[in-house]
């Protein structure tokens, strides 16, 4: 059986994955790389020790098979690149890239190389998607009318002390980045459901009014006072979407409703998700289905030593379900390594099936099922959409990127 040596590339979220990627019967070992020595000692006094470099560079002249990027959301596409090019495997966290461009020069990257790429998007395995996806494969949504999707995350939940442990006393020039080119957690939930792609698109921003200096143009890396952004989209069958980023917003997380959620509306049935509730309704019937408990992952037992996690700190009560997520009935753990029983998950359960389907594909050589083409399809309607906002709400075309080859 081959096994393959792992190398995880910023360790405030990647030393998350430590313990899945050293269970996993096809990887022999796992080394870590982060420009701060302080994570590098961090990610061992919580995992013991580790073979460690100093800067991916380091790790890219190495016996590493396959790298896993958990750096900046902006510095994931040309990270990927390097690794590529230097015969590397590339798991990537969200977004795969924040231009166009970069998107376009990861595709040719991997034709070029023949080198394995996946996107370490955390939606793919949400129940409401595993869900919708069934129904979908089945018929019976029937053709697809209207989504909606959205991330609802105030920077107070955490989001603030991530950029703060990272960036220092600069922190808020960075925490400032446009919603919308963060958005591949709404929009996957659309296109690997219905199988189609977002054709055009209309936005608006809304300009931050809390005047605490991070949302601020003068300030931000980006120019951005965006601090929530909401997109229509046209898709490639006929319907449309809409969906939203907010990072300022009166709304927290509970066991029954996640930060990340999907409806979904088609000819023959839809799936509604809202607070506190998850239904399944057909045209034929007056019934609603009320698939809650199927769909909401069970509660982990936790003390103040499991909720350790980002930062080295115990976990506040908004993101415990983030990084400590059990699974809901519907997930197929069936197919996942049995080694992997009673470790750490994350993000509703996801977490597992991403590390089994990307060791899967580096091993086999077969495509994950969010593959680079896919990752495109997910991260392309936010960067333009965050253009059409820019511009006032102006429709404008996305590209296509093309299929995956056979």
Same mark, same amino acid.
Request: glycine fraction near 8%.
């Given at each position: 059986?081959?096994?393959?040596?792992?190398?995880?590339?910023?360790?405030?979220?990647?030393?998350?994955?430590?313990?899945?990627?050293?269970?996993?019967?096809?990887?022999?070992?796992?080394?870590?790389?982060?420009?701060?020595?302080?994570?590098?000692?961090?990610?061992?006094?919580?995992?013991?020790?580790?073979?460690?470099?100093?800067?991916?560079?380091?790790?890219?002249?190495?016996?590493?098979?396959?790298?896993?990027?958990?750096?900046?959301?902006?510095?994931?596409?040309?990270?990927?690149?390097?690794?590529?090019?230097?015969?590397?495997?590339?798991?990537?966290?969200?977004?795969?890239?924040?231009?166009?461009?970069?998107?376009?020069?990861?595709?040719?990257?991997?034709?070029?190389?023949?080198?394995?790429?996946?996107?370490?998007?955390?939606?793919?395995?949400?129940?409401?998607?595993?869900?919708?996806?069934?129904?979908?494969?089945?018929?019976?949504?029937?053709?697809?009318?209207?989504?909606?999707?959205?991330?609802?995350?105030?920077?107070?939940?955490?989001?603030?002390?991530?950029?703060?442990?990272?960036?220092?006393?600069?922190?808020?020039?960075?925490?400032?980045?446009?919603?919308?080119?963060?958005?591949?957690?709404?929009?996957?939930?659309?296109?690997?459901?219905?199988?189609?792609?977002?054709?055009?698109?209309?936005?608006?921003?809304?300009?931050?009014?809390?005047?605490?200096?991070?949302?601020?143009?003068?300030?931000?890396?980006?120019?951005?006072?965006?601090?929530?952004?909401?997109? +229509?989209? &046209?898709?490639?069958?006929? *319907?449309? !979407? $809409? =969906?939203?980023?907010?990072? %300022?917003?009166?709304?927290?997380?509970?066991?029954?409703?996640?930060?990340?959620?999907?409806?979904?509306?088609?000819?023959?049935?839809?799936?509604?998700?809202?607070?506190?509730?998850?239904?399944?309704?057909?045209?034929?019937?007056?019934?609603?289905?009320?698939?809650?408990?199927?769909?909401?992952?069970?509660?982990?037992?936790?003390?103040?030593?499991?909720?350790?996690?980002?930062?080295?700190?115990?976990?506040?009560?908004? +993101?415990? &379900?983030?990084?400590?997520? *059990?699974? !809901? $009935? =519907?997930?197929?753990?069936? %197919?996942?390594?049995?080694?992997?029983?009673?470790?750490?998950?994350?993000?509703?359960?996801?977490?597992?099936?991403?590390?089994?389907?990307?060791?899967?594909?580096?091993?086999?050589?077969?495509?994950?099922?969010?593959?680079?083409?896919?990752?495109?399809?997910?991260?392309?309607?936010?960067?333009?959409?965050?253009?059409?906002?820019?511009?006032?709400?102006?429709?404008?075309?996305?590209?296509?990127?093309?299929?995956?080859?056979?």
């Amino acid at each position: 059986m081959q096994k393959i040596k792992i190398g995880i590339v910023g360790t405030s979220f990647g030393a998350e994955f430590i313990p899945l990627f050293r269970a996993h019967p096809n990887v022999r070992a796992v080394c870590i790389a982060d420009l701060m020595p302080e994570r590098l000692q961090y990610a061992q006094d919580w995992h013991g020790p580790l073979e460690t470099y100093s800067s991916l560079d380091e790790m890219l002249k190495s016996d590493v098979d396959a790298v896993c990027l958990f750096t900046a959301r902006w510095s994931h596409a040309p990270l990927a690149v390097k690794a590529l090019r230097a015969g590397k495997h590339v798991y990537s966290a969200v977004p795969m890239a924040i231009t166009l461009q970069e998107i376009s020069q990861l595709i040719e990257t991997v034709k070029s190389t023949g080198q394995m790429y996946m996107l370490g998007e955390t939606s793919y395995y949400y129940p409401s998607a595993l869900y919708c996806r069934e129904k979908f494969t089945r018929g019976e949504f029937g053709h697809f009318v209207f989504g909606e999707a959205e991330y609802l995350h105030d920077m107070s939940h955490g989001f603030n002390d991530v950029f703060m442990w990272a960036h220092g006393d600069e922190w808020k020039q960075f925490a400032s980045f446009p919603p919308l080119l963060y958005a591949t957690h709404s929009v996957s939930m659309i296109v690997a459901t219905t199988n189609e792609r977002m054709m055009r698109v209309s936005a608006l921003g809304y300009r931050d009014r809390e005047n605490d200096g991070i949302f601020d143009r003068a300030v931000s890396k980006w120019g951005n006072d965006f601090s929530n952004e909401t997109a +229509l989209f &046209r898709t490639s069958g006929g *319907g449309s !979407a $809409r =969906i939203n980023e907010f990072r %300022r917003v009166g709304w927290s997380e509970t066991p029954r409703a996640t930060s990340v959620r999907l409806s979904l509306y088609g000819t023959l049935g839809s799936y509604e998700e809202q607070g506190n509730g998850k239904v399944w309704n057909r045209v034929d019937t007056t019934e609603f289905e009320d698939v809650t408990d199927f769909l909401v992952c069970a509660d982990v037992d936790l003390n103040d030593d499991t909720r350790v996690s980002l930062l080295g700190k115990v976990l506040p009560e908004e +993101l415990v &379900r983030d990084y400590r997520s *059990g699974f !809901a $009935r =519907i997930h197929p753990i069936e %197919r996942l390594p049995q080694e992997f029983a009673g470790l750490i998950n994350g993000h509703e359960g996801s977490h597992q099936f991403l590390v089994d389907d990307f060791v899967r594909a580096c091993v086999t050589m077969q495509l994950p099922p969010n593959h680079v083409w896919q990752a495109a399809r997910y991260n392309a309607p936010g960067i333009v959409a965050h253009e059409s906002a820019l511009r006032d709400g102006e429709s404008l075309a996305i590209p296509d990127f093309g299929d995956a080859p056979a």
